[in-house]
């Protein structure tokens, strides 16, 4: 099974940072990521499909790269709205697997 | 508008069963695959399990292999997990989740509200 790693755990920031989370697969999974964002007490919600493509109605401050066994979600200028958990998720083989997600919060 | 509405969902003694489901509406349902995803309380994520489009092929956590059943019905639009020999580390918010293609490689682009399941 493959097990993904997220780092960091949380992260503390001011709206207007970059922020950057990264995921690393325990095997290659070559592009097969999603990254999701989550609200407390909210259903997640898919921001990057395919290790970089933006879903629609994403904000283009959200971008992902990477492939292989490692992977980055960016926020180029946090805003207020994004202060949430976020989980990558490989989508290479059954079974599926998250990572332990990242809380981004205020600093 | 694409909608997943799951129900089912309640108190259980540890060893019962419940039956949930998912409704599914606004986009042509037998051509995604499906998937359930539950999340403890304070924990993250879980995938728990997945079926094709037609039903055919089914897919299952360690945790819940031999316990749990995924099925759907094409003609009703509705998606369903079987919970049996339930466990207090089942005990979560069970979402159901549209993947994003016929396959499982892109992702789940639309997720229900979640219903929970308690066991003690």
């Known amino acids: 099974d493959i097990q993904m790693t997220q780092a960091p755990s949380s992260v503390s920031a001011s709206v207007g940072d970059r922020v950057t989370i990264t995921c690393r697969a325990s095997?290659?999974?070559?592009?097969?990521l999603a990254w999701y964002q989550q609200k407390p007490g909210k259903a997640p919600k898919l921001l990057i499909y395919?290790?970089?493509s933006l879903q629609s109605g994403v904000p283009s401050r959200f971008s992902g790269s990477g492939s292989g066994t490692d992977f980055t979600l960016t926020i180029s200028s946090l805003q207020p709205e994004d202060f949430a958990t976020y989980y990558c998720?490989?989508?290479?083989?059954?079974?599926?697997?998250f990572g332990g997600g990242t809380k981004v919060e205020i600093k | 508008e694409v909608q997943l509405l799951e129900s089912g969902g309640g108190l259980v003694q540890p060893g019962g069963s419940l039956r949930l489901s998912c409704a599914a509406s606004?986009?042509?349902?037998?051509?995604?695959?499906m998937s359930w995803v539950r999340q403890a309380p304070g924990k993250g994520l879980e995938w728990v399990s997945a079926?094709?489009?037609?039903?055919?092929?089914?897919y299952y956590a360690d945790s819940v292999k031999g316990r749990f059943t995924i099925s759907r019905d094409n003609s009703k639009n509705t998606l369903y997990l079987q919970l049996n020999s339930l466990r207090a580390e089942d005990t979560a918010v069970y979402y159901c989740?549209?993947?994003?293609?016929?396959?499982?490689?892109?992702?789940?682009?639309?997720w229900g509200q979640g219903t929970t399941v308690t066991v003690s």
């Open positions: 606004g986009f042509v349902f037998s051509s995604y695959a």
């Open positions: 095997q290659g999974i070559s592009t097969w």
């Open positions: 079926i094709n489009g037609r039903g055919g092929s089914t």
């Open positions: 395919a290790a970089s």
């Open positions: 998720q490989q989508a290479n083989t059954f079974p599926l697997s």
């Open positions: 989740a549209k993947e994003y293609s016929s396959s499982s490689h892109y992702g789940m682009d639309v």
